[in-house]
């Protein structure tokens, strides 16, 4: 009988020893336990913060993939690209030090060294109609003479507002090309100021479309590079640059289907590119 009372206090002694433990732990133990439980415990949020998240103002357009690309102002896509073209010497491809590589080793340093001889281009781009630039596409080839054409596509974030296509009910993409006029008997040579010069013209002419219809995206730029004939240099200052540019500027829109069609555009274009 006194062994199984003796027992019996034991046990109750065994279940006590957690209280007690609390009370002599005081704030700690319980603050060790909150803690020890909380990673079970789920998080329910808080429903005042979840109002007061700003909405995602690029959300419609995430929604709408054929103008996402066109109308996303702040990342660079295939929908905004200049393109350049630079003529260059296989020497000029080269490092300090290089030795000039023969047949296919030629064409390979040419498509590596691409990027870097058209990332100048670049500052053109930021200097005129952009926030940011980068070359995404090169293309190489050899002409005649041995010389190197370099082709680039730059894509770029557009500096210039785009206007607002959420506003507009039942529309569609239209897109039309023009080439820029230029003053004088020679097209402009290729130098930084005649290309920024271009941009800013073509920037002008998107800012009439949208005020005119909402929105507007200069879409594309493209420099087609041209070289005068030796006979035309001969009767120009020994300093006259060869390096003659043609700009095509591509516009955008998202327009009302009711109101423009793709006919329509183009013609809109081409009178404000040429009033006369």
């Known amino acids: 009988m006194k062994r199984s009372r003796l027992s019996f206090v034991v046990f109750l002694l065994i279940l006590a020893l957690p209280v007690v433990a609390l009370n002599f732990g005081g704030s700690a133990v319980t603050d060790w336990l ?17 109002e007061a998240a700003p909405p995602d103002p690029y959300q419609w357009l995430n929604d709408r993939p054929a103008l996402r690309d066109v109308f996303l102002p702040n990342e660079l ?8 073209q630079r003529i260059v010497s296989a020497d000029e491809l080269l490092n ?13 340093y040419a498509a590596a060294r691409a990027p870097a ?16 630039c980068d070359v995404i596409h090169t293309q190489t080839r050899q002409d005649r003479m041995g010389n190197w054409i370099l082709d680039g ?4 974030l557009p500096a210039a507002a785009l206007g607002d296509p959420s506003s507009i009910e039942n529309g569609q993409l239209l897109s039309a090309e023009a080439v820029l006029p230029y003053t004088g008997d020679l097209r402009p040579a290729n130098e930084p100021a005649a290309r920024e010069a271009m941009l800013i013209q073509a920037q002008e002419i998107c800012d009439q479309l949208r005020g005119q219809l909402g929105n507007c995206v200069l879409s594309g730029v493209t420099f087609d590079l041209q070289e005068l004939w030796i006979t035309d240099l001969e009767v120009l200052p020994a300093d006259t640059n060869p390096e003659r540019l043609e700009a095509t500027a591509q516009f955008t829109v998202y327009a009302d289907q009711a109101t423009l069609d793709e006919s329509s555009f ?6 404000i590119v040429d009033p006369g």
């Open 96 to 108: 300090d030090g290089e030795e000039l590589p023969s047949g296919p080793m030629l064409e390979l």
């Open 34 to 50: 909150a803690d020890r439980t909380a990673q079970f415990v789920p998080v329910t949020p808080d429903p005042i913060q979840a």
């Open 77 to 84: 896509t295939q929908a905004r690209l200049i393109t350049v």
């Open 117 to 132: 001889q058209l990332a100048p281009y670049c500052a053109d781009v930021i200097a005129t109609i952009g926030l940011s």
């Open 153 to 156: 596509r730059l894509a770029y």
């Open 266 to 271: 183009v013609a809109l274009v081409a009178g």
